[in-house]
């Protein structure tokens, strides 16, 4: 018997052998998009625990027995694939990249939701999708990517400032920019230096951003009530992942190139101009000649002020960071340096940051997360938008060329003490100094507790804090400040900018089609600003320019201010069967910039969503894979203006009786309150085809009302104005974005994004009845229009300018009332479009921008375009093709020194003759990026290498008659910096 047992385990082995036989599948799985190898891919056989991962270069290895017919794979990002097994010993496969745009989580307000839950109109940016753009601050990555978002830029200067405006522009005097917030962090937009626009918000990197939310109406921006009228954008940086550390090193180098010049008049040109204009006025010619010299003379001085003051400048970015940890801490570290010269000499920016996301579980209950970013940014700076002699944009062009830039031992040569008040343009952007450094930090911790699975509490504290110190040098060596030794002036200015907030959260699902969430909290806002300066004079070497070095302290100023805002803030939110969700949103702020009584106003939203596509009747409309309805009303608040427009104050009167003496400089209105915007919005958002279509489209309007308006007061008054709540403002709209997957073919992939938006813009209401002021605001128009002159031509016979009466005649003499409303200086609609083409490790996209049907004022050619008849500023080229004979047809009139033919007006008028189409479509972005294959890479340990080169703003398309229609976009255009050509190349490493 004994010897018999080991007989029948033996049989009973082959035999269970015989009924489980296995054999080994392998293969290699790589990505449709780029077509590389990819580690990590968990591969499973179907109904089992049996599983494993692909290795470095893709490939794995996997035991299948009999009866298991199916392999799954499955990556993060990207769609799973199940594979019948069938008698394949290898299988290959190509995973494709996971559309579900309804199911990725967006971050809203205070905590994630996915996209199938939201009922606002919010609108993300990723990313990936800027990263590695040579570009320094986030804001301009919405520019062209957002639907209903407008981003313009206010200057070409690195690191300048840009205007961003959500859904129009909705107050009159009070800010129109939208509300940040970084981490939770409401940070302050704007400039941070006197010197140069230097961009607050260029102190985050954005290699350092995981995502951009846009938050439209007022049922996703009216959990922050206060300032949210004009939208809120949430940037939320990246943080650290479970696993093994990954390290990624940037670097590119590129040029800087100016777009565009006004092509101006040689010396012979001019002269020439000059002398017709001089007879013209029945002066001597000679006089003339003794000026800007003979036009028959080919020995003219011929001075390229131009070239001595534009260059091709270089830009660099480095950047890297590591990423990892595990269960119980997750870490995000980075660093970056960033240096762009830009197109005017001694104007240059740096920037330096750097930066750690830390993310900790104590336990089941309780983690902490804390992120510390540190920046430094230096600008260098030429003066700009303005006429300003020592602006290269403004004395650049009007500099004659027949004066001399340096004298023959290569000093720099005097300028013309009737000109320019002496100024040589190019020896003063040399030797005057124009610098701000800023220090600055956004920073916050948060602690997150969760007393049961359904409810947590979170408090959280952050702080915006910059410190910027402004040096501006006029040396001696420069003749318009001999006389009294040159002057610096140090100017230091210090924010800080902390809010804090805490708040109950709960989310508790019901029989398992129920699900209530919500949130109830409290925040507190503190804002204070420092500013001190002084000047001195007289130093004694131009090298010495600190203040202790001065013979004669000349001025002294300074100010301090600040103002609190609080609030209550509630949400609730209901979603039924993930079909049905509704949501309400309440808050009540109180800000200390408003009247006693009129503090605290009350906000709120209510909006609800209908996911169509998950009702039975859309059952068999196998081409939908999501549709869902969205709609929402709700009321946010505006609170920017000044800290103390509501109080009345008094000022310095200088000397009373040998002491000091107060006047009353503001009268103030106790009863200010809260500016508010009503929002109406009604969306659709679907994902067709297999995620091959993704569209949304929102129908909106925006009435801004009780508006913060700064009102006349009569003469009589002994003020000037007071801020009242007064008057209504108008946006209304359709907001469209489509992305599309138009070909996947092997290895070939072409995708294509657009958005656009159609807008516009009417005043409603003045105050106390008035349909305008002025010709600044009218009843009925937009609240940003050109009011002007229509100018008519030149007359044939004389060669007179002409220009339409309030008739609709001609008319040499002008009054004021034949100014009459041109065109508005806002555009109808604009937006971007985005086409990427992959094929292998091979990419490229190509990216424009644009907006129409809005009209620019070009004042630079309220002094260059004058047909050489006023001062001696230099001349376009176009000029010369004057009026001479009776009945030439030209639009140009006859030079006339003075500018001014008697009994006629001035050659000088806001007119349509400045006034051009601002519409333009620019080539914003193109991209060519090449993935080297992994099997090279894996012998020198490297998980990703890719090359890249690009170029931004490479051609753009306009009939405007300036040098770009960006930057004068906004307003007025003296003197503007215009945005660069830039052409960089770049290689990405991680390890």
Known sequence: MNKALPLVLILFSFSTLAMAQSRMVSGIVTDAEAGLPIPGVTVLVKGTNTGTVTDIDGNYQIEVFEGENTLVFRFVGLQPQEVNVGNRNKIDVVLSPEITALDEFVVTSYGDQTRREVTGAIASVKGEIFQDLPMQSFDRAMQGRVAG?????????????????????????????????????????????????????????????????VFKDAAAASIYGAQAANGVVLITTKRGKQGQTKVRVSAQEGLVQPLAFYDVMNSNQLASIKRQAYINAGLNPQDAENIF????????????????????GRMSVYDVSLSGGDAGTQFFISGSHTFHQGQIIMSDYTRTTGRMNLTHKVNDKFSINANLSLSRQMTSGSIDRGNFVNSPFVAGYVSRPNVPIYNEDGSFAEYPSEHLFGYNIVQGVRQELRKGISYQSVSNIQLNYKFLPWLGFTTFGGIDFSDNRDENNRP?????????????????????????????????????????????????KMETQENTSATGRGFPNPVLRYL??????????????????????????????????????????????????????????????????????????????????????????????????????VGSAGQYLGGGALRFVQLGNDQLTWEESVSLNFGVDGTFFNGRIIATVDVWRKDSRKLLFETQLPIDSGFGSIT????????QGIDFDLQTTNIIYGKFRWTTAFNTSLFS???????????????????????????????AGVNPANGAPMYYDENGEYTYLLSDDDQKYIGSALPWTYGGLSNTLSFGPVSLEVFFQYQYGNLAFNQDLYNMAQAGSIGQDNQTTDQLYFWRTPGQITNVPKPYEGGRIPGHSGYQQFSTKQISDGSYIR?????????????????????????????????????????????????DTYGTYPIARQVTAGINLTF
């Open 149 to 213: 978002v407008q981003v313009t830029s206010g200057s070409g200067q690195p690191g300048g400032t840009l205007n961003v405006q959500i859904r129009g522009v909705g107050s009159i005097n009070a800010g129109t920019q939208p509300l940040y917030i970084v981490d939770g962090v409401q940070v302050a937009s704007g400039g941070l230096s006197g010197q140069g626009p230097q961009n607050a918000l260029a102190s985050i990197n954005p290699n350092d951003i995981e995502s951009i939310e």
């Open 548 to 649: 202790q070095n001065a013979a004669q302290p000349f001025q002294v100023g300074g100010f301090y201010t600040e103002y609190i805002r609080s609030g209550f803030f509630g949400q609730a939110k209901y979603d039924y069967d993930d079909k049905y969700t509704f949501d309400l949103t309440v808050r009540r702020d109180g800000s200390s910039r408003f009247g006693t009584n009129t503090r605290w106003g009350n906000f709120g939203a209510v909006s609800a969503g209908w996911r169509i596509s998950s009702e039975r009747f859309m059952e068999n409309a196998l081409w939908v894979d999501n549709l869902r309805l969205r709609a929402s009303y709700g009321v946010t608040g505006n609170s920017n203006i000044g800290n103390f427009e509501s109080r009345t104050l």
């Open 761 to 791: 813009n009417e005043l409603l209401e003045l105050y106390e009845g008035l349909d305008r002021l002025g010709n600044d605001l009218i009843v009925g128009k937009p609240i940003d229009f050109y009011y002007a002159y229509e100018y």
């Open 923 to 971: 080539l914003k972005q193109i991209t060519l990026n090449y993935n080297l294959p992994r099997t090279l890479l894996s012998k020198a340990r490297i998980d990703e290498m890719n090359v890249f080169v690009q170029g931004l703003n490479l051609w753009t398309l306009t009939k405007y008659n300036g040098l770009d229609p960006e930057v004068n976009s906004i307003g």
């Open 724 to 731: 009242r709540n007064t008057g209504k403002v108008r946006n």
């Open 293 to 312: 010299g003979s036009p028959s003379d080919t020995g003219l001085q011929n001075s390229d002020w131009l070239g001595e003051l534009f260059r091709d």
């Open 476 to 524: 001696s060596t420069i003749p318009a400040f001999a006389s009294y030794g040159g002057s610096s002036t140090f100017t230091d200015r210090r924010i800080v900018n902390s809010n804090a907030n805490a708040n109950f959260n709960v989310n508790k699902e019901f029989d398992e089609i129920h699900t209530v969430s919500g949130i109830l909290g409290y925040e507190y």
